[in-house]
């Protein structure tokens, strides 16, 4: 088969995994890196996962690498902080089927907590990252990790970032190549890592960084556009489009493999331009390899370490000009904000009331840090919350904490939050803990998980219930609430945050966004029974606004018939309508 396509960075990279004859590929979703797995999870030929997180789906992957097939985990950035555990040490035992590992950045932090460089974790665990520049490299160079893979014996860190992710361009379809599985054979100083075989193991990883460093320059992954001599350009990935769109006549080396460097090819490279500029998002991780050889080389200081590049960056620091694509004034501020008939906003709400402050944690109810629930007050990591409220309970007292909870959604508190849990029952705290089931991943587009009964394929499996498991780790009060009973969410939390015992509060209803659902009603204000008390607006949902006469409006396209509002109409202005 042979055939041309446009697709997405992300479809690109399923595809090259189709077409490298994976076979096993785990994950856990994360923006910009989820939608491989659910193209990927399109072909029948390759099993497909989503695992509890990115520690368990690398080690679920290594497994399969180890038995001797082609596999792959995908994460975005902040995931590959927990997997990082086994990642530095597969660096050591190496792959029998090829191992890559997709990691996507987030320059710019568009849905990250920060902008982290990949690259810098790889040169620290010594492990060869290949970067792509659009949708078809990233097709082909993924089919090529596999090889250096099992060439060098190494895992493989395939980086991409938000711009390459979510772009498109012209793909090249190819059949699928069956590799024949490899022969697993017991090798205990390979694979066991006691020290006596990782002090072997070590010196294997120092030989083979230095042969793939040595080989680097002959990749075919790795290409020189030579043009006008006075100004060149050492870049990679996506960057290596701006370079292209801002500078035409320029010599360029574009970089397929950004770990290990190819030092030859750079060095001659250098050696045949006037000036030359590493261009790269994020961290100097090229510019001071480049420098550190005694190479004379522009870079970070003319380009920003912060957010993602541009064309008209490069034109304004080599030309001094740059061209305005649109009036910025002209586009609307547009702060996040919680769906209508969300159920986190409903939570809010009572805390807010209440005046309790929340430990955060990573998801859409990182939104209630904002006007005009302003409740979350800490969001550091996923599962952190709990682990965070356990600490200033330690530090302060339970005095200090009966004014806090926890905040955590169900896709991540069985991420990591299910261990800070049972750290909170193991050393006797007495916080209080909500466990926010909307059941779904809600940030990253509604995936599956554990406790929803499906898998990442679309098949019925067995949903793990959130109350039992706390109850199985030690929690004695458990209480499950409908999140939209105010009511009742008020008393359960008064009564929680007062009590000398650990508690669960896990209150439950489902994502408004989530697929199939119907509304038949909407809520509609009556304008000749409201008084103007702005009561229903405190709640903060998109599909109530304030007239000019102080009265408020409904927008029933927007309405999805939650009644959060007409809980806080006291004169019982909004009530529920068929749709």
């Not at 490298?20 to 785990?26: C, E, L, P, Q, T």
């Not at 002959?218 to 769109?245: C, H, L, R, W």
């Amino acid at each position: 088969m042979e055939k041309a396509m446009i697709m997405l960075g992300n479809e690109a990279i399923a595809r090259g995994a189709y077409e490298a004859g994976v076979k096993v590929s785990s994950a856990y979703p994360g923006t910009p890196s989820t939608e491989i797995s659910e193209f990927l999870a399109k072909y029948n030929e390759v099993y497909t996962e989503w695992a509890p997180n990115e520690k368990v789906a690398l080690e679920a992957a290594a497994g399969a690498s180890i038995a001797g097939v082609r596999s792959m985990a995908c994460m975005k950035h902040v995931g590959l902080n927990v997997a990082s555990d086994p990642l530095y040490t597969l660096a050591y035992t190496g792959v029998n089927g090829g191992l890559v590992i997709v990691v996507a950045d987030d320059p710019g932090l568009a849905s990250s907590q920060n902008e982290q460089d990949t690259r810098m974790i790889a040169r620290s665990a010594h492990l060869p990252v290949i970067e792509p520049s659009d949708s078809g490299e990233a097709k082909e160079f993924f089919k090529y990790a596999f090889e250096l893979s099992e060439r060098y014996d190494t895992p493989v860190i395939f980086r991409t970032t938000t711009k390459l992710s979510h772009s498109q361009s012209v793909v090249e379809l190819c059949d699928r190549t069956e590799v024949e599985d490899k022969t697993y054979e017991r090798d205990m100083r390979k694979y066991v890592m006691m020290p006596a075989s990782a002090i072997g193991r070590h010196k294997v990883v120092e030989a083979r960084e230095l042969q793939m460093e040595a080989d680097a320059s002959d990749f075919p992954i790795n290409s020189i556009e030579m043009g006008d001599t006075k100004i060149g350009f050492i870049t990679s990935g996506i960057a290596y489009q701006y370079v292209k769109e801002a500078c035409p006549e320029a010599s360029v080396l574009k970089l397929g493999i950004v770990n290990p460097l190819p030092k030859k090819l750079i060095c001659d490279f250098v050696a045949s331009c006037d000036e030359v500029y590493v261009f790269e998002e994020l961290e100097p991780v090229i510019e001071e390899q480049v420098k550190s050889w005694g190479l004379r080389v522009h870079g970070k200081e003319l380009f920003t370490k912060q957010g993602e590049y541009s064309a008209n960056m490069l034109k304004k620091v080599i030309y001094g000009k740059e061209e305005i694509a649109f009036d910025k004034a002209e586009a609307p501020a547009r702060p996040p904000i919680l769906c209508p008939g969300c159920p986190h906003r409903s939570v809010f709400s009572v805390l807010n009331k209440l005046k309790i402050h929340a430990a955060g944690d990573i998801g859409c109810y990182t939104l209630g840090a904002v006007a005009p629930l302003n409740v979350i007050d800490t969001t550091i990591c996923m599962g952190s919350s709990i682990s965070l409220l356990h600490g200033m309970e330690k530090a302060k007292g339970k005095e200090f904490i009966k004014n806090w909870v926890a905040t955590i959604g169900d896709s991540t508190f069985l991420h990591t939050g299910i261990n800070s849990l049972v750290n909170m029952v193991y050393n006797k705290a007495t916080g209080t803990v909500m466990i926010l089931d909307n059941r779904t991943t809600g940030m990253t587009g509604h995936q599956e998980h554990a406790a929803t009964g499906k898998t990442l394929k679309g098949e019925d499996t067995y949903a793990i219930d959130l109350a039992e498991l706390c109850r199985a780790i030690g929690v004695k009060r458990v209480m499950e609430v409908n999140a939209f009973d105010i009511k009742e969410l008020e008393r359960v939390i008064k009564e929680s945050v007062n009590c000398d015992e650990l508690t669960v509060i896990i209150a439950k209803a489902p994502c408004a966004l989530i697929k199939g659902q119907k509304f038949p009603n909407v809520c509609r204000c009556t304008p000749e029974e409201c008084r103007k008390c702005g009561m229903c607006l405190k709640i903060g949902c998109p599909a109530l606004t304030k007239q000019a006469d102080g009265t408020v409006k409904i927008d029933e396209t927007m309405c999805n018939g939650c009644g959060l509002c007409m809980s806080y109409c006291k004169f019982g202005a909004i009530k529920k309508v068929a749709r």
